[in-house]
């Protein structure tokens, strides 16, 4: 099977659209109907349902687009060894995405030590909120993701990769700091948040609900993008606000933030490898992510 043909379909599905997967494959928008448009005939099925606004996948297309996945990833592993045995150096281009809380501290510092054990590397890492690193994992912009939670989405899958703290940061000199308070007295602090889609906050919003409380219920009147604005505002002594405990280590020990924990809610999460279903990691993730793992044992 033509697997350009298939690269072609696969692109079409995942994003919905013929226009947006020829500019991902950089060819033409014809050339992309005309290679879809092939398959379709060779199969002799409809894999493609064009009647809508979004282009979807028919059901036979999506038995296809699963199957597909394996071939193109089974490719990539074979070019991908053959490549490995033209040199033994790690050379090329890492593309990896991290939500704020591991992308700030953790992940920044393994990368840097992992670039100078491997000189002939380039690493690119491009730190998003949690939801848009998913998604430019699952198209494919990304070749590893490192996230604090796992949103729903079906090209994608998610491993555990280390554990995480978060606390209830405060400003110097807090009537919080070093304590555990009930989220009764959390009703009475300004409570600053991250906005939609960052990990922390997702998984906040989750322990409150299982605490019974939500997010509403509490004085929650700043809501400012992500980890840098939020500590910022912390620090200026505007509010407290929920954050991973590694992202501000540098903080806490400076002395410019303090912790405190709310006692009924449990702060420990996973952080998680999310890859892009059915591909296969290259030379260079692959050693990544077993010398990450070495590091933060």
């Given at each position: ?5 298939l ?8 994003r ?6 020829a ?13 879809v ?6 199969l ?16 036979a ?28 150096a ?19 510092r ?20 949690t939801q ?7 198209d ?30 405060c ?14 007295d ?18 906040i ?13 509490l004085?929650?009147r700043?809501?400012?993008g992500?980890?840098e ?10 509010g ?22 709310v ?20 030379r ?7 010398y ?6």
């Amino acid at each position: 099977m033509d697997t350009r043909q298939l690269r072609a379909f696969c692109e079409v599905v995942e994003r919905k659209s013929f226009s947006q997967a020829a500019e991902r494959l950089g060819v033409t928008q014809p050339a992309v109907s005309l290679q879809v448009r092939a398959l379709e005939k060779r199969l002799g099925l409809q894999l493609l349902d064009r009647s809508g606004r979004r282009v979807e996948p028919t059901e036979a297309g999506l038995r296809l687009y699963r199957g597909a996945q394996r071939l193109i990833a089974l490719e990539e592993e074979i070019t991908g060894e053959l490549a490995d045995e033209a040199t033994g150096a790690l050379d090329g281009t890492f593309a990896i995405g991290a939500s704020t809380g591991p992308g700030g501290v953790v992940l920044s510092r393994l990368l840097c030590e992992f670039a100078a054990a491997h000189p002939g590397i380039h690493i690119a890492l491009s730190v998003f909120d949690t939801q848009t690193v998913v998604e430019h994992v699952a198209d494919r912009t990304l070749e590893l993701g490192v996230v604090g939670a796992a949103p729903r989405h079906r090209a994608v899958e998610y491993e555990p990769f280390f554990r995480d703290t978060v606390i209830l940061a405060c400003p110097p000199g807090h009537r919080f700091g070093g304590q555990t308070v009930t989220l009764m007295d959390l009703r009475d602090e300004q409570l600053i948040v991250m906005q939609e889609g960052a990990g922390v906050r997702q998984m906040i919003e989750d322990e409150l609900r299982r605490a019974g409380v939500k997010l509403r219920d509490l004085d929650v009147r700043l809501e400012l993008g992500l980890q840098e604005s939020v500590t910022s505002a912390v620090r200026g002594g505007y509010g407290v606000t929920f954050i991973s405990r590694s992202s501000v280590e540098n903080d806490l020990a400076a002395g410019t933030l303090v912790e405190a924990r709310v006692a009924g809610l449990e702060l420990e999460r996973e952080i998680l490898l999310v890859r892009a279903s059915g591909r296969s990691e290259t030379r260079a993730a692959r050693a990544f992510v077993d010398y990450a793992r070495d590091r933060l044992q």
